[in-house]
């Protein structure tokens, strides 16, 4: 996996086993009450309504309203996701379903891509409620007969953008995304989700040769997600949910066929699935500007939680939930995609500064780090996310904030002192869903 490190920038799905954590945080005394992240201290502005620390995740709500659920469904035996709806807003998700002009659309494809996005609709929607946020999840564009899908021919042969035989994603990134743009308008404008039909049957490493899983943002109002239309594929993809519901809890093997998740050889079903829908949640975390947070990996989606999504829906299996971490969710729920309430009229980012004078790297790798961050008289924040830039590539801290104001002393630990020096970025949002970002390089003495 990758990571968004901004706007225009790609977040890639990669291969490869689970990366422990890479960072250990000392523990110091908070005036600011709990926090996801190191020692805290915070002066000025209301320290009310800071998140529970990282190291756990709420159970997720599984009480739904009957009508979320056919009348012959089996509730007992799963967690019903809740259903896609019009919420009328004015930020909505575009889902694109692009076939190349040597290739032919998946059997019942729009039924398929309201599986995937049912599903990771309803993890964002849950993962935020949990946290306390206020959210009716994302919102789709419907036409008069459901969910809208757009059918787009490309003008090229599938090789064209997979670069096969060599199969370089960022190639498809680079050749897909503008004739979507082309037909439907910028990135910058508009929030896609598009799935490629590009890969090919023969043998792979790993899933299929030319797979993609991609994601970035493009600024306020829109971004793209890309991913390889395997994930559609019979024996992956339902066109019901119930069906899909089913093939989660299937461990029937995969002949011939590795997912990354487990990494074994004829894999079974359900870890496709997971790393196919999951990767959906993963890579629109990147689209909404979200970075990686390795801090957790079973359980963080922005880590690699996301392989474990039908932690989520099969109560017998006595597993963690999967979610966005306290730190992702802070940024996350003020997403004008994903907030209550629409945008304010307010189009100004909050203030952020970065203190230089107190970097103080020890033999230990200890770190301090002063930020203010001002929303102005009328402003109100949102939250707030400190990350480390690779090879750290991970969240070291963030919260929920209230109130205009806020300024915090923060402390980390490194493992060991840095052979190089530490890029760190800050992301700051207020409730209107303007976000600011900075970026500071923390030199190393020899």
Not at 55 to 73: F, G, H, I, K
Not at 98 to 113: C, G, L, M, S, W
Request: net charge negative; glycine share 12%.
């Amino acid at each position: 996996m990758g990571v968004n490190p901004g706007p225009g920038s790609v977040g890639s799905f990669e291969a490869g086993p689970h990366e422990p954590d890479e960072l250990r945080f000392r523990s110091t005394p908070s005036q600011a009450g709990d926090t996801d992240g190191p020692g805290l201290t915070a002066v000025g502005g209301n320290p009310q309504g800071l998140t529970t620390p990282s190291a756990d995740l709420p159970t997720p709500s599984v009480t739904d309203p009957a009508s979320d659920r056919p009348a012959d469904a089996l509730p007992s035996r799963f967690l019903w996701p809740l259903p896609l709806r019009d919420l009328g807003k004015s930020h909505k998700v575009r889902l694109v379903y692009f076939v190349p002009a040597d290739r032919q659309p998946a059997a019942q494809y729009r039924a398929k891509i309201q599986t995937v996005l049912t599903f990771v609709n309803d993890i964002y929607c849950r993962s935020l409620r949990d946290q306390g946020y206020v959210t009716e999840g994302l919102d789709f564009y419907f036409s008069s007969d459901g969910l809208e899908v757009l059918l787009l021919r490309g003008d090229r042969p599938a090789a064209y953008y997979s670069g096969a035989p060599d199969y370089r994603f960022v190639r498809t990134w680079q050749t897909v995304l503008p004739e979507v743009e082309r037909h439907y308008g910028s990135a910058a404008e508009n929030l896609y989700v598009i799935f490629v039909e590009s890969y090919d049957p023969g043998p792979a490493p790993y899933e299929w040769p030319g797979g993609v899983a991609l994601g970035a943002r493009y600024g306020p109002g829109g971004g793209a997600g890309m991913f390889s239309a395997w994930i559609l594929r019979d024996e992956f993809c339902a066109p019901t949910i119930e069906g899909q519901l089913a093939f989660l809890a299937d461990d029937t093997p995969i002949a011939g066929r590795t997912a990354l998740g487990g990494g074994g050889p004829d894999s079974p079903r359900y870890e496709f699935i997971e790393d196919g829908f999951g990767a959906v949640l993963h890579e629109m975390g990147h689209a909404f500007g979200l970075p990686h947070d390795k801090r957790n990996e079973r359980q963080y989606i922005m880590g690699n939680g996301f392989r474990h999504l039908r932690h989520n829906y099969l109560p017998a299996l006595q597993a963690a939930p999967i979610g966005f971490s306290p730190a992702s969710a802070a940024i996350l729920a003020w997403s004008p995609f994903l907030a209550a309430l629409p945008p304010a009229g307010d189009t100004r980012p909050p203030d952020l500064h970065i203190g230089t004078e107190g970097w103080s790297p020890d033999a230990a790798g200890t770190i301090s780090l002063s930020l203010r961050i001002d929303d102005g008289p009328a402003g109100s924040l949102g939250g707030y996310l400190v990350y480390a830039q690779p090879p750290l590539d991970t969240v070291l801290a963030g919260s929920r904030l209230v109130g205009a104001y806020w300024q915090a002393t923060l402390d980390f630990t490194l493992p060991s002192r840095p052979a190089e020096p530490v890029g760190l970025k800050v992301l700051a949002i207020d409730r209107s869903g303007n976000l600011a970002q900075q970026e500071i390089t923390l030199p190393i003495e020899p």
